[in-house]
């Protein structure tokens, strides 16, 4: 019998059998595609690729409901803000310049606080109810005789019925006047702008009596307001305690209010003379420092009164510009009654040891001041 020749002969193969044949021809295949997702999966982890971050990211932001999105936009907001270093000029970042240690002042307390324990300073924190955060924070200091201040200062103060400092005042007082950079937090009405101001005062005093200034030569300090009632205020205060000096014999410190709003030929007329202290809304300032009417050569303090409303006004920008014109190290200080977090993180970013000084509750307005409002019709 002749063998029949295969002309493309395909044998039958029942339903059932084929059906078994697929199936472990798709277990096969599985099981190779999740050993080649494990091998991968375990590369990516030792060595991943952007595609596979983004992946993961889209991944991740895909769960987020869009409350979350937006709390963790506003956190990477905020260390953005952190990270730009208001407080630094430009030239020290291009020219990475970071100053590890503070500034070095002329001013020692008494030999007895000198050698108070810490424990005795804890106690004394604790019944002024002071908050303090920072390495080797100097000793609070209990009455003004003891800060070492100038007898006109001194009597000058007791005129105006101010006879025992206020907590801000026991702690912070202390801080800035050996040199440190700080952060006052302290509620409304409790006595922050002495804070500055004295220790201002006694360290343009210091270096007047060691290099007396020049004609057209700029401030020894520097204090900046954001807004110009502030600035006014802390001018007169600036002002009444320098006229007692004065008149003592001390040399003459000579302040400028530097804000908008006032003829400008005047405030160039007290810089050609040569000042000590300016006052300024941020501005004003930024006009003539970027005019090089003026110039932060000298300046080695500067103060930021509410620094958080600095900020909040868009002030940010403004300051920026202004500290790029600084030539030197400076000691840096942050006042408000209120500290968000933001301007925390940029004032820890900058400052140098910084030391922080809390009293009472942040934000909380002083119950010995009286506000009185009166209502008036609209053509009055």
Known sequence: MEEKEDFGYVEYIPVKRRRLMESQKFQKGKSSTIEYEFERSKLTESNPSLLFKVSQLKRKFSEINPTEQFIQQEKELIEHLSDKKTLVSVSELAKGITYTEPLVTGWKPPLPIRKMSSRKCDSIRKQWNIVVDGDEVPQPIKNFEDMRFPEPVLKKLREKGILKPTPIQVQGLPVILSGRDMIGISFTGSGKTLVFVLPLI??????????????????????????????????????????????????????????????????????????????????????????????????????????????????????????SHFKAQRQSLLFSATMPTKIQNLATSALVKPVMVNVGRAGAANLDVIQEVEYVKQEA
Do not use: W
């Open 202 to 323: 006694m360290m343009a005093l210091q270096e007047e009596m060691m290099m007396p200034i020049g004609n057209g030569e700029g401030q020894f300090g520097l204090v900046i307001c954001p807004s110009r009632e502030l600035a006014k205020q802390t001018y007169e205060v600036v002002e009444q305690f320098l006229m007692p000096l004065k008149e003592n014999g001390y040399p003459e410190l000579r302040p400028l209010l530097c804000i908008g709003g006032v003829d400008i030929r005047s405030q160039l007329e007290v810089v050609k003379k040569g000042v000590h202290i300016v006052v300024a809304t941020p501005g004003r300032l930024k006009d003539l420092l970027s005019k090089k009417m003026m110039n932060l050569d000298n300046c080695r303090y500067v103060t930021l009164d509410e620094a958080d409303r600095l900020v909040d006004l868009g002030f940010e920008d403004d300051i920026r510009v202004i500290f």
